[in-house]
Structure formats: C-alpha cells, structure tokens
C-alpha cells in the first residue's frame, strides 16, 4: 500500500488527483505513472520506495550509473524540469533496454488502458495509454511518452519484429511519432 503525502496530494497537472491519505496498490499507481504521466504518483511511488523524494532520486541516479548511464540525473520522479535533472538519448535506450528485461514493466507499457481503485474509497479511476505509437505502429510494444516546456516532446519506443527488439529515443522532437517510424522502419527494412 502507497499512502499519498501532502507532497503527493499537490504536485503539479497532469495528475491523479487523489487527496492526502489516499491509499493505493503500487502495482496500480505503476500503471498512473507509465500509462497518463501522473505526477502526483510519481511523487507518491518515490515517497514509498525511497523514504524521500530526494533520496529516490539520488538513489536513481546512482542506479543509473550502476548501468554505465554516466550523463543522468534524477532531481525529480516526474521528469519535471530543474537544473540537476538531466539525461540523453543514449542513457534512455540504455535503461530501457534493462527495463524491458522486466515481464511487469513490459506487461505496463503494452496496455491501452487500466481501472484502478482507491484502496479506502474504493474509488475507480480510468487510465488510458497516452503512447499513440502502440496503435499505429505494426510490432510496438510501448515505451513512455514525455513532455515539458523545456524538453519539448520526448518519446523512448520499442518494436519487435522476427524476435528482433529496436528501441527508439527522441528528446525534443516536434514530430516524434513520425521520426519513430522512419527509425523503425530504417531499422527492420535496411538494417541486416
């Protein structure tokens, strides 16, 4: 159980929007957090796991370059924009690639979409996959979408194809959905 702190309750939109004391299954605020980008579970996750925000950030971090992510930092859970918060293309694919070992996450990111409840309430929310590219492109299998004022779009996807795995990252990229295809199809067409 993920109880929500006032810390969790007033993170910015786009968010959940539960109260303060709020109880949900981790399990259920992975899915807010990978399926509609809700910051306010994201707060609530790293909260639980680390003791603090900033402790699960600096333990991130550290993780991060316990897997040779060397031009990473994690200063908020959300993704939000701040100074020490940072990465690149290549530690995204890095990550992902470790993260898609992972039959819970994989399980996560494929989904179009997912109800869950509070545990106290039992209040239902909705959640839909925000990853256009799972519908549009033939073999995709997730990953996150992402957008701040400062990053412009992002988007990390995968494809499979013949039991061969890509993976695709964009940071600021107006066009993602269609720069993803072309990599995708760059890929699985030309590449032998």
């Given at each position: 159980?993920?109880?929500?702190?006032?810390?969790?309750?007033?993170?910015p939109?786009?968010?959940?929007?539960?109260?303060?004391?709020s109880?949900?299954?981790?399990?259920?605020?992975?899915?807010?957090?990978?399926?509609?980008?809700?910051?306010?579970?994201?707060?609530?996750?790293?909260?639980?796991?680390g003791?603090?925000?900033?402790?699960?950030?600096?333990?991130?971090?550290?993780?991060a370059?316990?897997?040779?992510?060397?031009?990473?930092?994690?200063?908020?859970?959300?993704?939000?924009?701040?100074?020490?918060?940072?990465?690149?293309?290549?530690?995204?694919?890095?990550?992902?690639c470790?993260?898609?070992?992972?039959?819970?996450?994989?399980?996560?990111?494929?989904?179009?979409?997912?109800?869950?409840?509070?545990?106290?309430?039992?209040?239902?929310?909705?959640?839909?996959?925000?990853?256009?590219?799972?519908?549009?492109?033939?073999?995709?299998?997730?990953?996150?979408?992402?957008?701040?004022?400062?990053?412009?779009?992002?988007?990390?996807?995968a494809?499979?194809?013949?039991?061969?795995?890509?993976?695709?990252?964009?940071?600021?990229?107006?066009?993602?959905?269609?720069?993803?295809?072309?990599?995708?199809?760059?890929?699985?067409?030309?590449?032998?």
């Amino acid at each position: 159980k993920v109880v929500f702190s006032k810390r969790a309750a007033s993170a910015p939109k786009v968010k959940l929007g539960a109260k303060s004391g709020s109880q949900f299954l981790l399990s259920d605020l992975l899915y807010a957090l990978m399926l509609e980008s809700y910051n306010d579970a994201a707060v609530a996750i790293a909260e639980h796991i680390g003791g603090s925000v900033e402790q699960f950030c600096a333990d991130m971090t550290q993780e991060a370059r316990n897997y040779g992510c060397y031009h990473t930092s994690f200063e908020t859970p959300n993704g939000l924009d701040s100074a020490r918060h940072y990465t690149t293309c290549h530690d995204l694919a890095l990550l992902t690639c470790l993260a898609l070992k992972n039959d819970n996450f994989c399980k996560i990111i494929k989904e179009p979409s997912f109800s869950i409840k509070e545990l106290k309430t039992g209040q239902s929310y909705s959640l839909n996959n925000k990853n256009l590219f799972l519908t549009s492109y033939n073999g995709a299998i997730g990953v996150k979408t992402g957008f701040t004022k400062k990053s412009g779009r992002c988007l990390v996807s995968a494809a499979e194809r013949d039991g061969v795995t890509l993976i695709a990252v964009t940071l600021n990229a107006p066009n993602d959905w269609q720069d993803h295809t072309l990599m995708f199809n760059y890929g699985f067409n030309d590449v032998k």
